[in-house]
Nanobody, 129 residues
Framework: QVHLVESGGGLVQAGGSLRLSCAAS????????MGWFRQVAGKEREFVAA???????????NYADSVKARFTISRDNAKNTVYLQMNSLKPDDTAVYYC???????????????????WGQGTQVTVSS
């Protein structure tokens, strides 16, 4: 069983930055995939970014078009943690952000439609105009 805990959300003005963290416990990921999603109340959950790795090396990273060049996903194997650095934030980025993990991915490409096994509880990001 994998337990995911997100942190780092908050209130920020448009143009500002936040860094979200997703700490995984219960299993050490020598290979795997994790992703970030977001959801606004009343709307469907939206893919944001994903990263996969194998043998300690990152294999694939992909982003939603809406966040490319503004958001960066990264991981720290030693801390079993994935990050989402969010720059140039816009009011449209306001949402609850969730991280997700796939413990059975061996460094394969992760599509936006990928079905993850584990989910965190979410962290609120609010961007004021």
């Amino acid at each position: 069983q994998v337990h995911l805990v997100e942190s780092g959300g908050g209130l920020v003005q448009a143009g500002g930055s936040l860094r979200l963290s997703c700490a995984a416990s219960g299993r050490t990921f020598s290979s795997g995939a994790m992703g970030w999603f977001r959801q606004v109340a009343g709307k469907e959950r939206e893919f944001v970014a994903a990263i996969s790795w194998s043998g300690g090396s990152t294999r694939y990273i992909n982003y939603a078009d809406s966040v490319k060049a503004r958001f960066t996903i990264s991981r720290d194997n030693a801390k079993n943690t994935v990050y989402l650095q969010m720059n140039s934030l816009k009011p449209d980025d306001t949402a609850v952000y969730y991280c997700a993990a796939d413990a059975n991915n061996y460094g394969d490409y992760v599509s936006p439609k990928h079905e993850f096994d584990y989910w965190g509880q979410g962290t609120q990001v609010t961007v004021s105009s």
